[in-house]
């Protein structure tokens, strides 16, 4: 593991340069090959090529994320454009293109089969989308635009990243919110006062809790205009390139572009999608803020009193207070949970680093292995807790990708970042329940990045297409709805005691309170991210934006353009909807666990060989035909989000 202690700015902006010198040797390996071209002298250098890209990115760009360094952090920031760039180029280069096509045409080439005829063909569909079969002249444009588009991207996410804003309160002005919270918080600007910032373990809660409701409709206003003022001409320009590179290909919009290389293929199969669904979850949605405002007493709910009232109602009705919940779920003990249920189904043991030499002194680190052989499977990294400048949101990134080498398969390293609440002196990290199904999730990439064995990078672990990426971290969420699973591993973090049983009951019982809400809030961010990328070069965002906000059933928030904090729009653009689509897989997969054995080791080994295991490196339709043994269908999704059909 890399010794991130000695990272400097320095570092970060020579590991990436190495890197791409690195590359560009590899590069000129292929282009200057004389003779008959072969695997081994032509597609095996892209493969190391990949694995010095990603080695270049855990050391250098991921840094921007987490590092506590502002110089670090900016250096990290410049190299993430510099090696993004690089590697956007790559594809343009017509020397390489050549290669490859002279490589495609050998008796060599239509011999393969699996995954390395899968890489061949993968290969030749990079180079065709970078415009080899344009003329010159456009294919130069799309260049310049994907350059710019790199650009922007670093410069929207380096904005969310580093916006910092919040509400000073006074004690009074806190009322609803549990004193442990308020403990939490940073001093205010003026004497007397709470800093709550956007930060997810301050907004949430407050949120959730705070009595206040013009308090939260401010704080509300404030979170949806995250990094407007700096994003939003950002996007605008984004969108704009987006839809020129889909014109320059004769493509209807940026949409239809994208999808080629995702399993939905075709806008108008997701739309489909939706169409199928949105009916019905409309329908139970109206009865849902019908309750909604039942419990508020005046007025229709607006957008700042959902989490409100839901979690109101879910305390008088169902006893569940998402307060008193988190105090049976101290992190080392879900961590503890989690791999002792994960090591049980799938075959695993963990063992946690005694000593880690990480980014910052939060971080923790586990080896993951086969508990049958005892063979090092993978390694990670936790990073949980929330600090200043640190990536605001949970997500998994790839650190050294997992490969076959010289010496044998090289095992990958994959690292967590999330916000979690942080320990105190006196209490320790507590979770409530749905930050506990963010750390399965995330998890389930964790799982998805080490247990893949693929012959080749480019198909490594989660490497895999875009709508299906959230297949296996959605299917881990279900474990933390099952009540004898959740007894195994909640207990009181002051007396020990289990989770009480009618507590676990009532926790699982309130699962589908306001599905459906939630659901429509899932398709509209999905349709406002395809109305971004549909046909036509002139798009109206704002409008988009009020439009789509429609479909969740509570009125726009005016005044407000959250999407200029919506970072999925950059490497999800056009692909947000892959979460619902990921969901429907992903529901469907674990209904083998429920039919045959919510824990059980045959079905968890059969998941973890067959889903886990190929990576990226077969079809996922054929994939989740294998694990099913049977065509996948949207039965189970429709009837866990409490949807009964005929």
């Known amino acids: 593991m890399y010794d991130y202690t000695s990272l400097t700015a320095e570092t970060v902006t020579r590991a990436v340069e190495d890197a791409i010198a690195s590359g560009e040797g590899l590069i000129t390996s292929i282009v200057d090959h004389e003779g008959k071209r072969t695997w081994s002298d032509t597609m095996a250098p892209l493969d190391i090529l990949g694995v010095e890209m990603v080695r270049a990115y855990g050391i250098g760009p991921f840094m921007a ?5 502002k110089s670090v952090r900016d250096a990290a920031q410049a190299a993430e454009e510099r090696l993004q760039k690089w590697q956007s180029d790559l594809v343009f280069r017509r020397d390489l293109y050549e290669a490859i096509e002279e490589y495609a045409a050998t008796d060599e080439a239509s011999g393969l089969v699996g995954e390395d005829r899968r890489l061949l063909e993968f290969t030749q569909r990079d180079f065709r989308r970078a415009g080899h079969a344009l003329t010159a002249e456009e294919r130069a444009e799309v260049q310049r635009l994907r350059t710019r588009l790199v650009e922007l991207g670093v410069a929207f996410n380096r904005n969310i990243d580093e916006f910092e804003d919040g509400l000073d309160l006074t004690r009074g002005q806190l009322t609803g919110l549990p004193d442990d919270y308020i403990a939490r918080l940073a001093e205010g600007s003026s004497e007397g006062t709470y800093r709550v910032s956007l930060d997810y373990p301050d907004y949430y809660p407050f949120m959730d809790s705070a009595e206040d409701r013009e308090l939260r409709r401010q704080i509300q206003f404030k979170f949806y205009n995250k990094a407007v003022e700096a994003n939003l001409p950002i996007l605008e320009e984004t969108v704009r390139i987006r839809h020129r590179i889909a014109e320059i290909f004769g493509m209807p919009s940026w949409a239809h572009y994208g999808m080629e290389e995702k399993m939905a293929k075709d806008p108008k199969v997701v739309e489909e999608m939706y169409a199928g669904i949105v ?16 419990s508020l007493g005046d007025g229709r709910p ?44 799938f075959g695993l043991s963990y063992r946690q ?24 499977l993978a390694t990670f990294y936790m990073d949980l807790f929330p600090r ?21 398969f090289v095992t990958p390293v994959t690292a967590i970042v999330a916000n979690f609440t942080k320990p105190t002196a006196d209490t320790p990290s507590l979770l409530q329940h749905h930050e506990v199904v963010t750390l399965f999730h995330e998890f389930g990439h964790v799982l998805h990045n080490s247990l893949g064995r693929s012959g080749h990078v480019r198909f490594a672990g989660y490497n895999t297409e875009w709508d299906f990426v959230e297949a296996p971290s959605q299917i881990m969420e279900h474990w933390c709805w099952d009540a004898d699973v959740l007894r195994q591993f909640a207990r ?31 398709v509209a961010f999905g349709k406002l991210d395809l109305a971004f990328h549909s046909p036509g070069a002139e798009r109206d965002l704002h409008a988009i934006t009020r439009e789509t906000t429609e479909i969740t059933l509570f009125p726009f928030h005016e005044g407000t353009f959250y999407p200029a904090a919506f970072g999925h729009l950059f490497g999800y653009d056009a692909g947000y909807y892959g979460y619902l689509w990921s969901k429907v897989y992903g529901d469907d997969m674990f209904s083998r666990f429920e039919a045959e054995g919510v824990l059980s080791p045959e079905v968890g080994r059969e998941y973890r060989f067959k889903v886990l295991g190929p990576g990226g490196s077969k079809d996922p339709m054929e994939i989740l035909r294998d694990f099913l043994g049977r065509e996948p269908d949207q039965r189970a999704f429709l009837r866990y989000i409490g949807i009964e059909q005929g």
Do not use: C
Not at 281 to 286: C, M, N, R, S, V
Not at 369 to 375: K, P, R, V, Y
């Open 388 to 408: 200043e400048r640190k990536f605001g949101h949970a997500a998994a990134f790839d650190i050294v990708p997992g490969h076959p080498g010289p010496e044998g």
């Open 279 to 294: 009916p019905t979850l409309t329908a139970k949605g109206q009865e849902e803020i019908a309750d909604l405002g039942a």
């Open 302 to 345: 607006e957008g700042w009193d959902h989490r409100y009232l839901h979690t109101k109602i879910r305390k008088e009705r169902f006893g569940v207070d998402p307060n008193e919940v988190a105090g049976y779920f101290p992190l080392q003990q879900v961590l503890d949970g989690m791999f002792e249920i994960t090591g049980e189904v």
């Open 65 to 69: 994320r987490v590092h506590p360094d």
């Open 353 to 376: 680093h005694d000593s880690v030499a990480a980014w910052h002194k939060d971080v923790m680190a586990y080896d993951i292995l086969d508990a049958t052989s005892d063979e090092l």
């Open 492 to 522: 009181h973090h002051k007396t020990g005691e289990p989770i009480p049983d009618t507590l676990v009951d009532q926790l699982v019982a309130a699962r589908n309170l306001h599905i459906a809400l939630a659901m429509l809030r899932q």
